[in-house]
């Protein structure tokens, strides 16, 4: 119903920068919420930045001042831009897209990922 395709990541020296991009198709009116998550081998998949269909922005503490989430409606595609990024931030970053409902089940969609890795 809702694809998503991720692209952008790379191998980076640390302090660099990269933009993440995720195109969306099909059925995307009903989203409600746009969103990259990350997760490293062996470790839970955490949350780093979300955008309402408003425009409101939510980033994850250890991302933010650093990171950037925006839309282009027009294009359909949810960017991330990432700036000072250290070794940590290594890991495979994933679109998520989400669709809220009252007084039941959110419906969420994912990515296949793309590979971001800092190098020292």
């Known amino acids: 119903q809702v694809q998503l395709v991720e692209s952008g990541g790379g191998l980076v020296q640390a302090g660099g920068s990269l933009r993440l991009s995720c195109a969306t198709s099909?059925?995307?009116?009903?989203?409600?919420?746009m969103g990259w998550y990350r997760q490293a081998p062996g470790k839970q998949r955490e949350l780093v930045a979300t955008?309402?269909?408003?425009?409101?922005?939510n980033y994850a503490d250890i991302v933010k001042g650093r990171f950037t989430i925006s839309r282009d409606n027009a294009k359909n595609t949810v960017y991330l831009q990432m700036n000072s990024l250290k070794p940590e931030a290594t890991a495979v970053y994933y679109c998520?897209?989400?669709?809220?409902?009252?007084?039941?089940?959110?419906?969420?969609?994912w990515g296949q990922g793309t590979q971001v890795t800092v190098s020292p």
């Open positions: 998520n897209a989400r669709r809220k409902r009252i007084a039941i089940t959110d419906l969420e969609y």
């Open positions: 955008i309402t269909s408003g425009g409101s922005r």
């Open positions: 099909g059925n995307i009116f009903s989203i409600n919420v």
